[in-house]
């Protein structure tokens, strides 16, 4: 792979953030960006994209329009991306071109479940115990070495929010699931949980590492429904997933913000259920409940800054809105908190479409 | 005056907020604005004017290009206006066109310092002793009959960050002052205050009334430096001038956040120094240490919304960073707090450019 091109200096106020991808991540980016001084450039392929609305420069064009991305990166003092399923290609392109974190390199893992898992794995870190998942036959093999009463079956690549996932009860679900899916995926143990939670953090350049405190997240339906702060999470947990989380970031050599998803099983192990290489909606609560957002955050880092205090002043609970729940704005925006709305036009089923924090005195 | 537009209903995400302004008080309107999940477009007589880098239009012409105005005012939803120095002809002609708020009777009244004076007296609430000034006799005139050691020679109209204004001692100074200045003034009774505070709050188009814990001001050659919550402000005085605040929000029949600003005497009296209305320097650490800033409380208003929670969960100092003090923002990026810079190209001296908020937690 030919040289990656990095920062000489911080990038002064004034200069240009590409934001590639412009869903209400980039979104938020951008907003945030903006609060720094920075201008803030976003590519998408969609040509309504929400964060359109609030970016300094826009482009509308396929990610593998190598054409309009040297243009686009010309443009800019430093790339990034909003999500994790923008084409690993395209983040190297750029990479060759301006300063972009993070790193196509784990980018590419965290794209791959399985290379994800493999990758957690070899730090002696815990995740759910997983099978590789080819053809129909391995899947009902897979289930029967798992020996577990029931596994996930997920896609190995490109899912999110619960898509391309089914829970199975037996060999044959499982080589039935693999025959709608059609692709490589992943058989995962289900692991009985006490609760979920994630570590929203950030490294810098400088390897600087800056942890918020970690929510607990309840789910519905594989999407994200609330994150409370700090929910059942004890202060030794937070340590110790903190913890785990720097070791994954350092790993990787990371820069910029990402979230690590945890289980706390019933007996009481840390498991890592997965790692987004960006901003996270588990993280939306910093906007209120800290000084320095996850979207700063991650701004500061990929522009060589120093990373803000990622403490937070309060006790949070974020609601997303989700769906056609957004035609209830009028009784969103009437209740205490933070409202947030991202400018998406379509209130389709399951789309996330803002999100909401309520702020209580801090606990612990 | 015709009927001015009224808005049927509050105006629902999507709706494009029209900003006539494009400083960094406009800047963070529209960010605002954004986090709600409108659209902003902002009108500015300069064309690189700081809000453009983030509203999802922009229009950049004279305030009183009703041509390029009548254009603008068609594609919003709603007007609001930055700052009190946008002719009040600008926003009679925008309220003939579309919903706009505050309204320009407020905003004539607190364009001239007689007439606000005179407004504010109206009431029943205190201000310092003043004298109308209109000639160089009538100057020294007024000094004399004030009757005190110092007094404070202001042009009626267009000053703010203490630009206009000069401390006279005598008759002859007093007389010299209009000399340069050349246009009608004002001569008021120089207030040997405690300290200076502002109430930043919001009324809404039903009438309801919000106001933010009133910070502590400090200033330095007329310009805020620093804004202290709570400050020297104990919680009795921080009600009586909430309170008088809303007399003055509900004699205007307000629309919007606005800032009366206060000097508490030396005797204890409560005297208002001046009324802005808009959103206010002295606010802007509600964007950290409140769950709605005053940004948004101001947009809520403008768009028949309901208005947020002012409540706060930390204490809060807000630095003002000017002219070219922003040359260090390293250092400044580098300290704990909320950094907030303003996109603006030149660091004039005396210019805002940006400012930090740090928290402490909350006492009272």
Not at 22 to 36: D, E, F, N, T, V
Not at 107 to 113: A, H, M
Request: with cysteine; proline share 5%.
């Amino acid at each position: 792979m030919s040289a990656v091109k990095t920062l000489a200096a911080p990038i002064p106020p004034g200069g240009m953030i590409g934001i590639l991808g412009g869903g209400q991540l980039g979104r938020m980016l951008a907003l945030a960006a903006a609060s720094l001084g920075f201008k803030s450039h976003v590519f998408s392929d969609k040509t309504d994209a929400p964060a359109f609305q609030v970016a300094t420069a826009k482009t509308a064009a396929e990610y593998t329009d190598w054409t309009a991305l040297k243009t686009f990166i010309e443009q800019c003092d430093a790339i990034t991306f909003e999500f994790e399923n923008i084409p690993a290609e395209t983040v190297e392109f750029a990479a060759k071109l301006a300063a972009t974190n993070p790193a196509a390199s784990a980018l590419r893992i965290t794209q791959d479940r399985i290379k994800e898992k493999t990758f957690v794995r070899s730090l002696g870190i815990g995740t759910p115990a997983f099978q590789t998942v080819t053809s129909e036959r391995a899947a009902a093999t897979a289930f029967d070495s798992l020996g577990c009463a029931h596994a996930v079956l997920k896609t190995a690549r490109m899912g999110y929010d619960g898509k391309g996932q089914a829970l199975v009860g037996s060999a044959s679900e499982a080589a039935h699931g693999f025959a709608l899916l059609k692709q490589p995926a992943i058989l995962e143990a289900y692991v009985d949980f006490q609760y979920e939670m994630s570590v929203v953090a950030a490294r810098g350049m400088n390897g600087a590492f800056a942890a918020y405190d970690p929510p607990e997240n309840i789910h519905g339906g594989g999407i994200l429904h609330r994150s409370l702060v700090p929910g059942r999470v004890t202060e030794q947990i937070a340590r110790e997933v903190k913890s785990l989380t720097q070791k994954i970031a350092d790993a990787f050599g990371y820069v910029g913000v990402l979230a690590v998803e945890f289980f706390v099983s019933r007996d009481g192990k840390l498991l890592v259920n997965e790692i987004a290489p960006r901003v996270h909606n588990s993280g939306h609560w910093t906007i209120e409940a800290c000084a320095v957002s996850q979207f700063e955050q991650h701004v500061r880092a990929i522009a060589g800054w120093p990373l803000g205090d990622p403490g937070r002043h309060a006790n949070a609970v974020m609601q997303n809105i989700i769906g056609p729940d957004a035609n209830d704005w009028a009784i969103y925006a009437g209740r205490g908190g933070g409202l947030h709305l991202y400018g998406k036009s379509e209130a389709k089923p399951g789309r996330k479409m803002g999100h909401i924090t309520t702020l209580t005195p801090k606990t612990h």
